[in-house]
């Protein structure tokens, strides 16, 4: 079985630029390169993603997301965060390690009001359906 790349990261085998770490969760950079500041959220116990993570753990990653996110907004001059979650292969996750993505925000920063989210091609029933 191949080695997870994240759970390398927690264990200090695996390269990685650490934003936060505590017991439980760790913040890093993401090498994407394709937004500046771009950072992922990891609970340290492996689980794939939301389907299987258990509460503690998501709880865990979500009191880390939103330390960073404070942290952003506060001290370092963002004026919001988008928080980005894909689970399983079909919804776009391509490293099976639960992740949130942070990515800084400013007004004008000219990365459009949505950028990441799939195109939704109209819904083809009514909601009481
Ligand atoms: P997703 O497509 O939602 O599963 O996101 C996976 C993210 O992990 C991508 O944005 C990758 O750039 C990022 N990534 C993959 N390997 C590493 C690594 N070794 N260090 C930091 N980020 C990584
Ligand atoms: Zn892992």
Redesign the pocket.
């Known amino acids: 079985m191949n080695k997870c790349?994240f759970c390398e990261?927690v264990k200090g085998n695996?390269p990685?630029m650490k934003v936060y770490e505590d017991e439980f969760t760790l913040a890093?950079?993401?090498?994407?390169k394709d937004v500046d500041g771009h950072i992922?959220v990891i609970p340290k116990v492996h689980c794939e993603n939301i389907l299987d993570c258990d509460c503690e753990a998501l709880s865990k990653t979500m009191e880390t997301v939103k330390k960073v996110s404070n942290h952003l907004t506060s001290e370092c001059g963002y004026d919001g965060v988008d928080i980005l979650n894909?689970n399983g292969r079909a919804a776009?996750?391509?490293?099976p390690h639960f992740?949130m993505?942070i990515i800084p925000r400013q007004y004008k920063d000219g990365l459009g009001g949505a950028g990441e989210w799939p195109t939704f091609p109209g819904a083809k029933f009514d909601i009481e359906t």
């Open positions: 790349i990261i695996a990685s890093f950079m993401d090498i994407a992922l894909a776009g996750q391509t490293v992740h993505h």
